[in-house]
């Protein structure tokens, strides 16, 4: 029996204790608490075949396995309340809050791109929204998408554009010491968006020279767009505040495709990286046996690290 994991369950006090009991019934804790040398972020629903669906006992599974951080995508979309449960859930189990989609992202419609008074305002407008978001579940980043290209400008005209209006978001942010960060999103599954390599997240962030604007360096999205991997992180490493995982082909966890996941984490590790790395992918297997080769997959990754 998990000792630690029970004790921090009943000292919850009232957030969430009577389902975080439940939780404890359903589990495997065969499965020992692993010290993961980097900060990978699990998001709700990847151990549910072991745990249910309630986000706080989705947490505390997490935290037993030994993650150290968590991302919510669509935290800013939850009921205040359960922001609150889940953010005072964290703190209790020592997780640090990774990314949260800080806006409507308009996959198919021009947005930060074309210059549009209005487009810009209501940006602006979700960042305003997203800082008490930020604060009430104590995180420092947001994922900010520029939107897809106006064909009926020229391409420098677009960046010109979307520097000027992240300048505006960055003065926003700034007071409070948040972050957006900008992810280059691969052609393949999301064609036609204005922001798709490192190399252009990288000019966009030095125009706006500000500490609340860098880039968010998906790996899956990386690999397809450009590959070259460990040399434009090395390059961009200045501007790099968050890093989210997924192998190719698949979106699935690190071993199940062509990225060398032990290399490519080995990198960031000697880097020094203290952030988070946000585990946005699906299980390759289903149901309880799928959780637990993600687990393993990680722990074996990981343990590269030390060991080579």
Known sequence: MNRRFFTKVLSLSGLGTLSSL????????????????????????????????????????????????????????????????????????????????????????????????????????????????????????????????????????????????????????????????????????HPGLFLSKSPQAYQICKAVDSPSCKILFDIYHQQIQEGNLIPNIENSWDEIAYFQIGDNPGRKEPTTGEINYKNVFKYIFEKGYKGVLGMEHGNSVKGKKGEEKLIQAYKNVDQFLLNN
Do not use: C
Request: proline residues 4%.
């Open 22 to 189: 439940k939780a404890f019934s359903k589990v495997n804790f065969s499965k020992s608490s692993y010290n993961y040398n980097l900060n990978y972020a699990p998001h709700l629903g990847m151990f549910t075949n072991h745990v249910g669906e309630d986000p706080i006992d989705q947490l505390n599974f997490m935290a037993d396995l030994g993650f150290k951080a968590f991302e919510d995508n669509e935290m800013r979309n939850k009921d205040i309340a359960l922001q609150e449960k889940m953010s005072q859930t964290m703190r209790k189990r020592e997780i640090t809050m990774g990314v949260f989609v800080a806006h409507k992202i308009y996959w198919k419609k021009p947005t930060l791109t074309t210059g549009n008074k209005s487009s810009r305002e209501e940006f602006l407008g979700y960042i305003k929204k997203a800082i008490p978001v930020a604060k009430r579940v104590n995180a420092k980043w947001m994922t900010v998408v520029p939107g897809h290209v106006d064909l009926r400008q020229n391409i420098s005209y677009q960046t010109a554009n979307v520097v000027e209006t992240l300048k505006q978001a960055s003065a926003l942010l700034e007071p409070h010491g948040l972050v957006m960060v900008l992810e280059p999103l691969n052609f393949r599954n």
